[in-house]
């Protein structure tokens, strides 16, 4: 028999939970959903997940009721499951169910599914509203995570793309790995291997003293999982997280541009910075940007192409490795960087190498980087720089010459001429870029 709705609440033994109702009536909350409160019925609505499909309004409607009497599940839920809120045939076919799960009298169920909806549809129509530029608070300068010279943003997604086999999730662990020695608390999210896999490779780049990183195995694309990704943030206090990988994470074909909007959507509501891994295509260009829509490109913030050296050693004990960036939104465009990752039967090292040893990687440097590292080797002539570095003689002379004017990287140190004998400046001798 349905009970009224004063008696349905008074029982004393629901005093907490009927406490803990928030206050009455509609409210968008931070994380951008929707809920609405009848604290004297103990009944509580809530809308997440909305999105737009062939033209309805739907989201993911959760009732929760502390109403004695009410049949619920796991605690004071009611029931869950999408909602149409464009149709009115589904909201009222909705309002019934919720009227025989939970049958407090005088309590209008049809009226609650109607007052949330006609709030939502006024809250997605206003949106944001306008505001006057010159009051909006200027932004705080972006930070960044500098690990093996890469510099990643701390608020903003970055991706690290390549070729399968280029160790980018190796990479990505020992970077995760590295930040939490930090004391930065990190996630990594995997769509690609396992649990164990990782836990290996964590040992073997920081032997018995492992740093703590959070791992979340995920098997459904990143816009249907944004939901639990977000608790666990949240929960574990992460600050910065790795998505292994992309191609594996996202809702549809990566060439589409809907599929990438969508995913960096998602991840925007995580709300915080993180490494997306990415693969590249078999065009020419294919290490200029990640495959696929080139929204992957032009949402992330920073963009580092890794690439493997052709030589390197056949058993795979050494591999060695040229990070190129590709796009910095945030700051300076930085410069490539050579990695060495080595390999025993119980450990794996990563460190940085000069991008000068392999020759495959020195000539696809910068003119001003191929002349730094030659230098460092001592002193030389224009005309020596442009032999050794095989470089047309007024290549080597506008570089040198662009610098000296500057006052940065390089000093004359007499000649005339072809025959000018260039050095590098103190500073420069002992970093591995200008």
């Known amino acids: 028999m349905p009970l009224e709705v004063e008696e349905a609440v008074q029982d004393p033994t629901l005093a907490t939970l009927r406490a803990a109702v928030p206050k009455p009536g509609f409210e968008v909350r931070a994380d951008g959903t929707y809920a609405l409160h009848f604290p004297d019925a103990g009944v509580s609505l809530y809308l997440d997940r909305l999105r737009r499909e062939h033209g309805s309004l739907i989201g993911e409607l959760a009732v929760e009721s502390v109403a004695r009497g009410a049949r619920t599940v796991r605690g004071s839920t009611?029931?869950?499951?999408?909602?149409?809120?464009?149709?009115?045939?589904?909201?009222?076919?909705?309002?019934?169910?919720?009227?025989?799960?939970?049958?407090?009298?005088?309590?209008?169920?049809?009226?609650?599914?109607?007052?949330?909806?006609?709030?939502?549809?006024?809250?997605?129509?206003?949106?944001?509203?306008?505001?006057?530029?010159?009051?909006?608070?200027?932004?705080?300068?972006?930070?960044?995570?500098?690990?093996?010279?890469?510099?990643?943003?701390?608020?903003?997604?970055?991706?690290?793309?390549?070729?399968?086999?280029?160790?980018?999730?190796?990479?990505?662990?020992?970077?995760?790995?590295?930040?939490?020695?930090?004391?930065?608390?990190?996630?990594?999210?995997?769509?690609?291997?396992?649990?164990?896999?990782?836990?290996?490779?964590?040992?073997r780049l920081f032997g018995a003293d492992e740093p703590r990183v959070i791992y979340l195995r995920c098997d459904r694309p990143l816009v249907h999982d944004v939901d639990r990704i977000r608790r666990i943030v949240s929960a574990e206090r992460l600050q910065y997280l790795i998505f292994d990988s992309v191609g594996f994470a996202c809702d549809g074909p990566p060439e589409e541009a809907g599929t990438a909007l969508a995913y960096f959507r998602a991840d925007r509501q995580i709300g915080v910075g993180g490494l997306h891994i990415a693969h590249c295509s078999k065009q020419a260009d294919s290490d200029k940007r990640p495959f696929g829509s080139i929204y992957w490109h032009n949402s992330a913030r920073a963009t580092w192409h890794v690439k493997p050296a052709n030589e390197n050693l056949p058993d795979?004990?050494?591999?060695?490795?040229?990070?190129?960036?590709?796009?910095?939104?945030?700051?300076p465009q930085h410069t490539p960087i050579g990695l060495t990752v080595s390999f025993t039967s119980t450990s794996t090292e990563i460190k940085r190498f000069p991008l000068q040893d392999v020759p495959e990687f020195a000539?696809?440097?910068?003119?001003?980087?191929?002349?730094?590292?030659?230098?460092?080797?001592?002193?030389?002539?224009?005309?020596?720089?442009?032999a050794e570095l095989n470089l047309p003689t007024n290549t080597v002379t506008q570089t040198v010459n662009r610098w000296l004017r500057k006052g940065k990287h390089f000093i004359e140190l007499g000649g005339t001429g072809s025959a000018r004998i260039i050095g590098l400046l103190d500073r420069d001798k002992c970093h591995d870029t200008p």
């Open 363 to 386: 000539e696809k440097l910068p003119v001003t980087l191929q002349i730094t590292g030659l230098l460092r080797g001592g002193a030389r002539t224009v005309t020596q720089i442009a």
């Open 78 to 203: 009611v029931s869950v499951g999408d909602l149409n809120l464009s149709s009115v045939q589904a909201r009222a076919a909705r309002a019934k169910l919720l009227a025989a799960r939970a049958p407090i009298k005088g309590f209008d169920w049809l009226g609650a599914v109607e007052h949330l909806t006609i709030h939502v549809f006024e809250a997605e129509r206003e949106g944001a509203p306008a505001v006057d530029l010159r009051e909006v608070p200027l932004p705080a300068e972006e930070r960044f995570h500098h690990v093996l010279g890469l510099a990643l943003p701390q608020n903003s997604p970055a991706i690290l793309f390549g070729d399968g086999g280029s160790l980018k999730s190796y990479l990505a662990l020992f970077i995760a790995g590295t930040l939490a020695r930090r004391g930065i608390s990190t996630g990594y999210l995997d769509w690609e291997l396992d649990g164990p896999t990782h836990r290996e490779r964590l040992r």
């Open 316 to 331: 795979g004990s050494t591999v060695d490795l040229m990070l190129t960036p590709r796009k910095a939104n945030l700051g």
